[in-house]
């Protein structure tokens, strides 16, 4: 296939099912809010103005997205690098996709929605964990909201312990930082990062 316009790809690959088109709904149901207070992972996708993309993930205790009514999520931002590459992207293009998943489940739930960053202490602090609440927030105004099939997940083997890479068969991340670099001393960095995973979860 060389064209790649939208009729084109349509023509290529079909017309989804019913079932595929019909599942697909405007609020959460009871089924994607309790899949969401099982969620201790996210995948959060935004776009800048330009269109240039980014995906990062989300995660905490399970239920740590929170759901105040059938067309709202609210997603704690916890300390992290200060990249901020999604709230960047939310200022200039709200729209978002999320991908929740819950170790053990192969089926995963996404919600597409329109994205705004919130500092309000009243909608934070029920977020807090050990006393310290997100430093700020997405409120998610939800758009559409769908389960994906499990097979992504089955042919990756995504939650067989068979399937666990030894931690020893891939360099750290401090190790891969002075590689990448120029003038990073890797014992140094990884001080830093252990530094930091012990001390700035939260």
């Known amino acids: 296939m060389t064209e790649t316009s939208r009729e084109a790809i349509r023509r290529h690959y079909g017309e ?9 709904l405007a609020r959460l149901d009871a089924h ?34 929170a759901a105040p009514d059938d067309a709202t999520l609210v997603i704690p931002d916890r300390p992290g690098n200060r990249r901020v590459d999604t709230m960047l ?4 293009n709200p729209q978002v996709g999320l991908l929740f998943l819950v170790p053990g489940i192969d089926e995963m739930l996404r919600v597409n929605g329109r994205a705004r960053l919130t500092t309000d202490p009243a909608l934070l602090a ?10 700020a927030g997405l409120i998610v105004a939800v758009e559409e909201v769908f389960f994906h099939c499990g097979k992504a997940a089955m042919r990756a083997q995504l ?5 666990r890479v030894e931690r020893a068969r891939f ?7 002075a590689d990448q670099i120029a003038g990073e001393d890797a014992a140094e960095a990884e001080r830093a990062i252990e530094e930091s995973y012990r001390t700035r979860l939260y």
């Open 16 to 24: 989804p099912s019913p079932r595929a088109v019909n599942k697909q």
């Open 32 to 65: 994607a809010r309790a899949f969401i207070a099982l969620s201790p992972f996210l995948v959060i996708a935004s776009a800048d103005a330009a269109g240039r993309g980014d995906a990062t993930p989300r995660g905490d205790a399970p239920g740590f997205v």
């Open 89 to 92: 992207n939310v200022a200039e």
């Open 126 to 135: 029920p977020l807090a964990v050990a006393g310290r609440a997100p430093v």
């Open 159 to 163: 939650w067989a312990p068979e399937a």
């Open 171 to 177: 360099p750290t991340l401090g190790c891969i930082l």
